[in-house]
C-alpha cells in the first residue's frame, strides 16, 4: 500500500491505539514494583512470543523469511529495547516525564526517515512534528496536576527508546510495508523468541514469578502488557503504518498525555483550559503531520 491522506478509521485507529498504550505505562510501573525491569522486560516478551505462536501459524505462508533482517530490528527496535529502557527508566522519573519524553518518536522517525531512509518531507510536515510536540509539552508541564521530574540518566533512556522507536517505524514503512501486519509482528518473534526465554531464565523471572506474594498478580499486569500492549498494539499499529505514512503513525504518541487526562477526568480531576488548548495543539500538528 502507498501513503495517502489518513481516513475517519484511521483516526479511530489512533484514538484506540493511544488509550491501550497510554494504560501501559500503568502496569509498567505495578509490574516493576514485583518484578525487575529485566525481568518484567523478559516476561513481556516471553508472553507475547506465546501468543504470537498461533497467530504466526496462521499468516505463515505470508511471511516473506528472506527479510529476516528487518524483521529483527522490528522485534528488537519495536519492543524488546524500548520495553527494556521504559521499564528501567520509569522507577527513577515520573510517568509525566516518560510520556513527555516518549513524543520525541514523530520527531526522530522524520529525521532519521529523511537522513537514512530517503523520506520526503515538507514544511508542513516539520511544522505539524514541531507543533504537536509543543502541544504534548505543554499537556504535562503548564496543566496544573504538577510538573515532571526524574533523573537525567534514566530520562536518557527514554529518548534513546524514542529513537529504536522511530528506527522501527521507518523500517516498516521501508522494507515491510507489503506484508500482512499480523505476519510482520509474529515473525519478529518468531526469529527472537528463544533468545527472550533464555533471557527470562537468566534473568530469574521465572523464580519470582512462583516465589513472590504477588507474583502471579504481577504477571496479570505483564500478560496486558505482553497480549494488549505489544501484540495487539504492534498489529494495529503496524496496520496504521501501512495505511497511512511513519509520521501520522507515530503521531499517536502526541495522544498519550491526551489520554491520561481523559482518563483522570474520569477519575474526578478537573480538566482546565491548558487542557483544552494543548489538546488543540496536538490535533493541529498532527492533522499538518499527516500531509
Known sequence: MSNRQPSASDWFLMIFLATIWGASFLFIKKSVAIFSPVQMAMW????ATVVYIPIAIVYWSKIDWKRWKPLVIVAFCGSAIPNFFFAVAQQHVDSSLAGVLNSLTPLFTLVIGALFFGMAFSRDKVLGVVIGLGGAIMLVLFNGHGGVSGNAFYAGLCVLATVCYAINANTVNRHLRDLHPAAIASAAFMVTGLLFMGGLWYSGGWEVAWQHPEGMKGLGYVFYLSAIGTVLGS??????????????????????????IAIGSLDGEAIGWIDILGTAIILLGVYLARK
Open 44 to 47: 513481556r516478551m516471553v508472553l
Open 235 to 260: 498489529i494495529l499499529y503496524f496496520l496504521l503504518l501501512q495505511r497511512t505514512s511513519a509520521i501520522f503513525a507515530t503521531s499517536v504518541t502526541y495522544l498519550l498525555p491526551i489520554g491520561a
